[in-house]
């Protein structure tokens, strides 16, 4: 199979403060474990683009875009470091070009998929997204780098059944929130809970499969449920596409969560969804990284995903 990575020196430049576990050390862990697994010599490299506003805006109000944008203009005119969007979430002065090479980075991996230039792909860039509603920027996310991709793929591209799959350990509720009335959209989770972002569970629905678990889950509890309650959706879903919100913070290691998955389970995980992705979607998945901050515990789950991803188990 064919597999690219796509990422960009802009997306270690954004940064929060040194005590933030949302670092730029995040990206160089994934590479430290390619490098060491032999992973780098297999995988083709791609550069993120930056992403239009345009295609910012199929997901975002202007006044969520124009909040980003102004706290850029704070920090040029005050010359302040740092500038707070919430408690969790802040600007820097590459923050900006940060966030747009992500969305660049899903959406040129979206087109590449497509085209069959390539397989799929992982898309190795931070801020991370799913948090981020339509209006607002939240829990260390500025834009929704999944969603923005997934739009993307029904605006420009016409699909018509466009599955996303989110194994953070956090509720993807700005993912929620962008397609909850959107019938070419199903949306399978798992997340603890209860715990941040604090939204209350969905009704599970057809298309809509986002199951809490509690605190200490083991990887066979996800197992099951992805068994019982994520396949038979897709099943019957039969999407013409997957995208992967990929967080690995689910870890037993990740000390920011409190779940005990291990990469073994992360590679179970990835293997359910390239097969519904070869029976329904000619195999076309874009997975674009989210949480993960037990740096060798990110990079170990990396690579385990992006094994199967690639066919080099």
């Avoid at 005590?19 to 010599?41: G, K, M, N, T, V």
């Avoid at 037993?252 to 779940?259: P, T």
């Avoid at 179970?268 to 992705?277: D, G, H, K, P, Y």
Wanted: net charge negative; glycine share 4%.
């Amino acid at each position: 199979m064919t597999t690219a990575i796509f990422s960009h020196a802009d997306c270690r430049r954004h940064e929060m403060g040194e005590w933030h576990p949302e670092s730029p050390a995040r990206l160089q862990a994934i590479d430290d474990q390619l490098i060491a697994s032999r992973l780098d010599q297999l995988i083709e490299r791609r550069e993120a683009p930056l992403a239009d506003v345009e295609a910012i805006a199929r997901v975002h109000t202007r006044n969520a875009i124009d909040t980003v944008r102004e706290g850029m203009d704070d920090l040029e005119l005050s010359g302040n470091r740092y500038y707070p969007l919430d408690p969790d979430t802040s600007l820097n002065k590459h923050s900006w070009n940060a966030a747009l090479r992500a969305a660049g980075a899903a959406i040129a991996a979206t087109d590449a998929v497509i085209a069959g230039e390539l397989d799929n792909a992982f898309c190795a860039v931070r801020p991370p997204g799913h948090h981020a509603t339509p209006s607002t920027s939240m829990g260390f996310c500025l834009f929704n780098t999944v969603a923005i991709a997934v739009r993307h793929a029904l605006e420009v591209h016409h699909l018509e059944r466009v599955a996303i799959i989110d194994f953070d350990v956090h509720h993807g509720n700005g993912t929620a929130a962008a397609f909850i009335n959107e019938p070419r959209v199903l949306m399978a989770s798992f997340f603890q809970h209860p715990f941040y972002p604090h939204t209350p569970p969905d009704e599970l629905s057809p298309r809509w499969i986002n199951v809490p678990v509690r605190a200490y889950s083991s990887g066979d509890v996800v197992r099951d449920l992805v068994t019982k309650q994520w396949l038979p959706a897709l099943h019957a879903f039969k999407p013409q596409m997957i995208f992967i919100s990929a967080g690995f913070d689910a870890h037993r290691e990740d000390d920011l969560a409190q779940m005990n998955l291990v990469e073994a389970d992360y590679a179970w995980l990835t293997r359910q969804i390239v097969e519904i992705a070869k029976l329904y979607a000619n195999g076309r998945i874009v997975s674009c990284l989210e949480g993960g901050y037990n740096l060798s515990a990110l990079g170990r789950s990396v690579v385990a995903h992006l094994k199967v991803l690639a066919d080099l188990e």
